[in-house]
T-cell receptor, first 113, second 114 residues
Framework: GQQLNQSPQSMFIQEGEDVSMNCTSS?????WLWYKQDPGEGPVLLIA?????ELTSNGRLTAQFGITRKDSFLNISASIPSDVGIYFC?????????????FGAGTQVVVTP | NAGVTQTPKFRILKIGQSMTLQCTQD?????MYWYRQDPGMGLKLIYY???????DKGEVPNGYNVSRSTTEDFPLRLELAAPSQTSVYFC?????????????FGDGTRLSIL
């Protein structure tokens, strides 16, 4: 079954506000990935994290790989309307997983003007 | 610059019908994957392939079959469609299995079984 717990399930925020979401797991992950999915499209990779404690930014997005390797968070600063979408975390258990990813259930972000 | 292309984009099937979801990639990626996405859920891996002629089961393979005769194509077949297979199906590809080789996704096929 699904091993990743992603929260919150949805967020309704005003333009300009910061957004924070996280994923936790009962298992240790080798890699954490954050994807965004726009309506009618496939997920697009935002940030990839490969080391425990790693903090990586991509524009207004910042993500961290938790020290315990069982969690990760994503922050979006100063949200804009195009940030609307579903954000998914994904993790790879270990090198023997052959690229197989476990996905969280997603966080739906709605940005109001 | 096509990337991963899935066809059809939408399809409605009757229970018991069969169909093939097509997926092709032009990035010369070795690894290809099929996922399904149910409402309010994350993607679940159905099948994957590490190269032409090699396929393996993912988390939810029952009711599906795949083949990989070429590097570019990775079709997914439903033999006897059931309502539980109503979902959005995503194909993805990556250059390798290493975590440094991120997966690229197609735009999905929305399938309804009635």
């Amino acid at each position: 079954g699904q091993q990743l717990n992603q929260s919150p399930q949805s967020m309704f925020i005003q333009e300009g506000e910061d957004v924070s979401m996280n994923c936790t797991s009962s298992s240790i992950f080798n890699t954490w990935l954050w994807y965004k999915q726009d309506p009618g499209e496939g997920p697009v990779l935002l940030i990839a994290l490969y080391k425990a404690g790693e903090l990586t930014s991509n524009g207004r997005l910042t993500a961290q790989f938790g020290i315990t390797r069982k969690d990760s968070f994503l922050n979006i600063s100063a949200s804009i309307p195009s940030d609307v979408g579903i954000y998914f975390c994904a993790g790879q258990l270990d090198r023997d997983s052959w690229g197989k990813l476990q996905f969280g259930a997603g966080t739906q972000v709605v940005v109001t003007p | 610059n096509a990337g991963v292309t899935q066809t059809p984009k939408f399809r409605i099937l009757k229970i018991g019908q069969s169909m093939t979801l097509q997926c092709t990639q032009d990035m010369n990626h070795n690894y290809m994957y099929w996922y399904r996405q149910d409402p309010g859920m994350g993607l679940k891996l159905i099948y994957y392939s590490v190269g032409a002629g090699i396929t393996d089961k993912g988390e939810v393979p029952n009711g599906y079959n795949v083949s990989r005769s070429t590097t570019e194509d990775f079709p997914l077949r439903l033999e006897l469609a059931a309502p539980s297979q109503t979902s959005v199906y995503f194909c993805a590809s990556s250059y390798g299995w290493d975590s440094n080789q991120p997966q690229h996704f197609g735009d999905g096929t929305r399938l309804s079984i009635l």
